[in-house]
């Protein structure tokens, strides 16, 4: 995985809405705002916390209840996401980036990214269950997102002990990773739908693999013997749960869906 050179605060990074909806909550907010002053004190409360709450996601394009709805975190790690990113938008520039230039720095950062990849994942397997009609598939799913959520309360862990803010970085490379599984859920026929599940859910496998090998190596390099061992394992299990999930594409899922008919070739009948 690429690296970047430096760790950028939240709000530099890309959020989850566009320009136009950046444009209509601040012309919102600002209205709200304005009309903050009428009424009674609860009305005025009310109003200017919408207000707030409204002007915060058009100042950092990002909205904790789009991402809450859509499975990417919940509404309380999203309103926390939404207003550091705030916070960091009035930080100066010198006090929200910083080389890395030690491997300490190196680890901690692919521990967030690790840490913001298992939530991700956790959120794309529970949204997938229900999804998945091959009974096999839907419940080494509802497995793994159960396992992901021990291996995220792992990594909070191990930030902790070295002081490190798990929510601090986003794993951007699984995000896209996610979004194109969303794709696939959407634009696949019910008939293949599995198959691309299977297929979307590998390469994200395969990534996750190569980051829990990634901090293995640095753990060992840094003198963490006990841990680089534990990411080892991790990463072994990963390989494990990647390959029953190809097995079963192998001998199920992509058979079921090469035997389907495209509905607009199946053959017609006369009467």
């Known amino acids: 995985m690429q690296l970047p050179t430096r760790r950028f605060s939240l709000s530099q990074r890309p959020g989850n809405i566009g ?36 002007l ?15 499975g990417e975190a919940t509404l309380q790690d999203g ?52 999804v998945v009609a091959n009974g096999p598939l839907a419940f080494r799913l509802q497995e793994y997102a159960t396992e992901l959520q021990t291996r995220r309360s792992d990594l909070d862990d191990v930030l902790a002990r070295i002081g490190v803010d798990a929510r601090e970085h986003t794993d951007d490379a699984m995000q896209a990773l996610v979004a194109e599984a969303d794709k696939m ?6 008939s293949v739908r599995d198959a691309a599940i299977a297929a979307s859910l590998q390469r994200i496998i395969h990534y996750k693999i190569a980051g829990y090998g ?16 534990h990411f080892a394992q991790l990463a072994d299990r990963d390989k494990a749960i990647d390959a029953e999930i190809s097995e079963l594409a192998k001998a199920t899922l992509n058979l079921e869906a090469a035997r389907s008919i495209p509905i607009e070739s199946a053959p017609m009948t006369t009467h």
């Open 79 to 130: 309103l926390k996401q939404q207003w550091q990113r705030l916070a960091d938008s009035f930080v100066a520039p010198s006090r929200v980036t910083r080389s890395i230039d030690s491997m300490e720095t190196l680890y901690a950062l692919e521990l967030q990214e690790l840490y913001s990849a298992e939530i991700q994942l956790g959120a794309l397997a529970n949204k997938l269950v229900p």
């Open 185 to 190: 859920v959407q634009v696949c026929a019910e």
């Open 56 to 70: 915060a996601r058009a100042s950092t394009g990002y909205c904790a209840v789009k991402s809450a709805l859509q």
């Open 19 to 54: 320009a136009a909806e950046r444009w209509i909550s601040a012309a919102a907010g600002v209205g709200l705002l304005l009309s903050a002053s009428r009424g009674g004190a609860f009305g005025r409360l009310a109003r200017a916390s919408a207000a707030a709450s409204l």
């Open 214 to 229: 990634i901090i293995a190596s640095y753990a060992k390099a840094l003198g963490r013997h006990e841990q680089a061992g």
